[in-house]
């Protein structure tokens, strides 16, 4: 498991000792965890489903406060990220039949059989919203005359609906990451829920103030900074209070994107702020939110895999768990 290095060190004497300095290595240079089989289609599906689930809270605050636009513009981002979402999941999965057959049972216990669950009742009410939006382009007559009619009514339901279900939908995939094996995931179950919640509401900010004007984008900007302080929040105690396991979350492709998601997110704010009447640096302003939200997920999501992929991130805090129990007693056998 470790490979030693003889060095010499002052002892508590001052005299100078040889003391075996380890290197963690794994048998034949293996992980001891399994990397996971996660491609990019799963932190993509992370970044999607925030969209999705920010877009539907800022269609129902559109709805609520009489803006047509923001409405409008949260109804139709939230179709199209769940839309995005189901498909990268399913190409994960391999076979569209795989996500079929995951809703034939419902397991409290399983973040996945519960997220399947709330994708599968999310996705519906998102499209009938959205197609309530789109109703004005049906013809006035006949049975689609009918549909014009029932559906803005419908779609409002349907869209406030997709909006209680949003929250969910939005920090389901930090539980999912925090009940794997993978030490730097699993270490920041408390946090990764929050970070996810905080970057969905940053990222629906985002869809306002790129579609909205900035007469009607007032809920945008309130999204945006509550968004970016949970966020950040989150993500500072992600990085600094998980010791030895914060480290990936730092350094390496997770650090930089990380920093980068901090960056745009910082500037996407001050941009809402101070763009109160400009449209140009609105909508650049919700760019760089998006991004920002994109860079958080893909940062996550490195992290947990730098973490499975070194061994002392296995070891080190077993040991400091083991070390912090004490020694055994006959009574623990």
Known sequence: MTSVERRPRRGPGGDRVMVPRAEFRSYYGRPILKRPTWRYDIPAYLFAGGVAGGSALLAAGGDLTGRPALR?????AALGAIGAGTYFLIHDLGRPGRFHHMLRVAKPTSPMS?????LAAFGPAAGLAAAGELAGYLPRRGALGLARRALPPAGRLAGLGAAAAAPALATYTGVLLADTAMPSWHEAYPQ????FAGSALASGAGVGLLAAPPEQAG????????GAALELAAAHRVETRLGLLSEPYRTGKAGRLLRTGRALTAAGVAGALLGRRSRVL???????LLTASLATRFGIFEGG????VDPKYVVVPQRERRAAR???TSTDT
């Open 72 to 76: 409008r513009a949260g109804r139709l």
């Open 114 to 118: 519960v997220g399947t669950w709330i």
């Open 192 to 195: 990764l829920p929050f970070v």
């Open 305 to 308: 895999i730098a973490s499975a």
């Open 326 to 328: 004490g020694p055994k």
């Open 282 to 288: 609105s909508a650049l302003s919700g760019a760089a």
């Open 219 to 226: 809920p945008a900007r309130r999204m945006a900074v509550a």
